[in-house]
RNA sequence: GGCCAGUUGGUGAAGUGGCUUAACACACUGCCCUUUCACGGCAGCAUUCAUGGAUUCGAAUUCCAUACUGGUCACCA
């Protein structure tokens, strides 16, 4: 009897060979350095930040040389798999904007992309493997296999199938039969040729060349439900997919030695694999992986509710993928990251560590150069989840919300206020007579009660106006001038023995009666768009207050 | 325990044998500008690249040990 007749006795329904296949899923038609890449979670849940780093990665890279970019689903494993996994992962990612060229619910002409779907693809293959006598039936139990670690654990030698342990690799076709017959469960394993004193050399585009021992497991390529684990799907499903660039996290670097004895198994053309670093996490004193249960910050929606916008985080993303992005983009803010050209070779060799404060300050970046529109739609859609009361106030007041985001902000160095959309309400609250209703008073030098009432009264009455920025504030100095302020800084500086206080201590007072707030923005932009009546308005109520 | 990788200021990091008296950015501190704040400008912030040896005229960069950190050793991905 031949492997042929073995394999034809395990797998008598597969009648598609592996050839067949070449022809299903023909080599893409592209230019030389395109790349094809794929992001390949598991339908655990929903998207998190170490997930949404891991397929930008492959994403850019894809577009960056207009290439594919594939979502592939490995649920392979039925026991963790979640309902609705598939389509949760698909909207978070679309909801970041990357563009998914094949993938489960949009197609594409190398599907399936759900791994249980391509059963039959797989069967296919590890049939052709065991008729080349490259794999095998084996029916050991979980308990033989749990003896046999035992025992090699009590002699101290290497823990897995191989060797001399490797009890049903000399199988005969009858005895193969008999098992079946018997109704017995089994799984394929590897016939692996690998030899563990023998190195293989390996070259990763990010860790570089990279020494391990081969493998000599006999690794099982497909369980017991017929389904393969990751190893063997990847490869065919790599290879299948014409897949140019697998990125994929470090983790499986320690396999790889396996996974290439399978590329060389069935002599497909390797593509090449860039081991990506997770994104890391201080924990008290130790830095770990980020995760998706102990980390708050991993989740998505963490940002969202912050009001971070995701350009920003994926300008953060990109200074992690190239740290010398961060150079680049300060020389040219008014380009996209697409416009820069990332490299694997200039990635971080140890995980990147998630640093929230950066994050922020590349927000603030990011949101001081918007314009007043894009802040207001912006500010809109995130307060329609987050802030209601905010939301409806700020379309009632849409024209006015729009005036106040533009404060010093279409100018050559805008302020920088916001580093998230859940920071703007705290710090234009005073604008809004629905949201005013101060119970402290910032007061500055100046806290004489009567002192105060004399400025504003005076204020109101002879120096009110705001017909422009100069008038307003050359009527402010005259005003200090008549009270006995300074009107000068400078003369104030050389002889502060002179006067009662400056034109600052003035304006202090101005700020303060109509803001509450003694820091705030241009107080003459906050003045015009406040407008006479309710500024008099909060003045008098001041008065009786105090 | 075996195997693999990593270790540069408070943080992210640049750096691939002489251009480094270690870039850039974040954070922090001080000064300047200034009606407050923010912005901006200037300055400060690692005599040192985990430790110890070796190679070299010369090492953060090469080699060897040690320590520490992380990863991995499944019919999980």
Same mark, same amino acid.
């Given at each position: 009897m031949t492997n042929k007749d073995l394999a034809d006795l395990l797998f008598p329904n597969v009648t598609k060979t592996i050839e067949d296949y070449e022809k299903i899923y023909p080599e893409r038609q592209l230019k030389e350095g395109t790349i094809v890449s794929r992001f390949a979670p598991s339908p655990t849940g929903r998207v998190h930040m170490g997930n949404l780093f891991a397929s930008f990665v492959p994403e850019v890279f894809a577009r960056q040389t207009d290439g594919v970019f594939i979502l592939r689903i490995e649920d392979t494993d039925a026991k963790r798999a979640i309902e609705n996994g598939i389509e949760l992962i698909l909207d978070d990612l679309k909801n970041y904007n990357y563009k998914?060229?094949?993938?489960?619910?949009?197609?594409?002409?190398?599907?399936?992309?759900?791994?249980? !779907?391509?059963?039959?693809?797989?069967?296919?293959?590890?049939?052709?493997? %065991?008729? +080349?006598?490259?794999?095998?039936?084996?029916?050991?139990? !979980?308990? $033989? =296999?749990?003896?046999?670690?035992? !025992?090699?654990?009590?002699?101290? !030698?290497?823990?897995?199938?191989?060797?001399?342990?490797? /009890?049903?690799?000399? #199988?005969?076709?009858?005895? %193969?039969? @008999?098992? *079946?017959?018997?109704?017995? /469960?089994?799984?394929?394993? =590897?016939?692996?040729?690998?030899?563990?004193?023998? /190195?293989?050399?390996?070259?990763?585009?990010?860790?570089?060349?990279?020494? *391990?021992?081969?493998?000599?497991? &006999?690794?099982?390529?497909?369980?017991?439900?017929?389904?393969?684990?990751?190893?063997?799907?990847? %490869?065919? &499903? $790599?290879?299948?997919?014409?897949?140019?660039? %697998?990125?994929? $996290?470090?983790?499986?670097?320690?396999?790889?030695?396996?996974?290439?004895? #399978?590329?060389?198994?069935?002599?497909?053309?390797?593509p090449k694999f860039a081991?990506? #670093?997770?994104?890391? +996490?201080?924990?008290?004193?130790?830095?770990?992986?980020?995760?998706?249960?102990? $980390?708050?910050? @991993?989740?998505v929606s963490f940002y969202h509710e912050r009001g971070i916008p995701k350009e920003a985080i994926k300008l953060y993303f990109a200074t992690l993928l190239n740290s010398n992005f961060e150079e680049w983009y300060l020389q040219n803010q008014d380009k996209s990251y697409r416009d820069f050209t990332f490299t694997f070779n200039k990635m971080s060799k140890s995980g990147p560590l998630f640093d929230l404060d950066k994050l922020l300050n590349i927000s603030r970046n990011y949101i001081s150069r918007l314009t007043k529109d894009e802040v207001y739609d912006d500010l809109l859609t995130w307060s329609n989840t987050y802030d209601k009361d905010f939301y409806n106030l700020i379309i009632k007041y849409k024209e006015y919300t729009k005036n106040i985001l533009n404060i010093e902000r279409q100018q050559k160095k805008p302020r920088k206020d916001y580093s998230s959309y859940s920071d703007i309400k705290d710090q234009v609250f005073y604008m809004y007579d629905e949201l005013y209703?101060?119970?402290?008073?910032?007061?500055?030098?100046?806290?004489?009660?009567?002192?105060?009432?004399? +400025? #504003?009264?005076l204020y109101m009455e002879k120096y009110y106006d705001v017909s422009d920025k100069d008038t307003w504030f050359n009527n402010i100095k005259l005003l200090s001038e008549e009270l006995g302020y300074a009107g000068n800084m400078k003369d104030y500086k050389n002889n502060p023995e002179n006067y009662k206080g400056s034109v600052a201590d003035v304006s202090t007072v101005l700020r303060v009666a109509i803001t509450s707030k003694s820091m705030t923005p241009d107080l003459y932009e906050i003045m015009r768009l406040l407008g006479k009546d309710r500024i008099e308005e909060r003045i008098k109520k001041l008065e009786k207050e105090i």
């Open positions: 998914i060229d094949e993938n489960p619910i949009d197609g594409g002409n190398y599907g399936p992309y759900i791994q249980t !779907e391509r059963k039959e693809i797989y069967d296919a293959f590890a049939k052709y493997l %065991v008729s +080349i006598g490259r794999a095998y039936p084996c029916f050991c139990s !979980e308990e $033989d =296999l749990t003896n046999m670690r035992s !025992e090699q654990e009590a002699k101290k !030698e290497r823990i897995g199938y191989y060797g001399k342990y490797a /009890k049903c690799r000399n #199988l005969t076709y009858e005895e %193969v039969k @008999a098992h *079946l017959d018997n109704g017995d /469960k089994y799984v394929i394993r =590897l016939r692996s040729q690998g030899d563990f004193n023998k /190195k293989i050399i390996f070259k990763d585009l990010i860790k570089g060349t990279i020494e *391990l021992p081969e493998n000599d497991l &006999d690794q099982v390529i497909i369980k017991s439900d017929g389904i393969p684990p990751y190893a063997f799907a990847h %490869v065919v &499903d $790599d290879h299948l997919m014409r897949v140019t660039h %697998v990125t994929r $996290d470090d983790s499986y670097i320690s396999s790889v030695p396996y996974h290439m004895e #399978l590329w060389e198994a069935f002599n497909f053309k390797k081991h990506l #670093l997770p994104l890391c +996490i201080k924990d008290g004193e130790t830095v770990r992986k980020i995760s998706k249960r102990k $980390d708050p910050e @991993a989740a209703n101060p119970d402290n008073y910032e007061w500055g030098q100046i806290t004489d009660k009567k002192e105060i009432n004399t +400025i #504003l009264n």
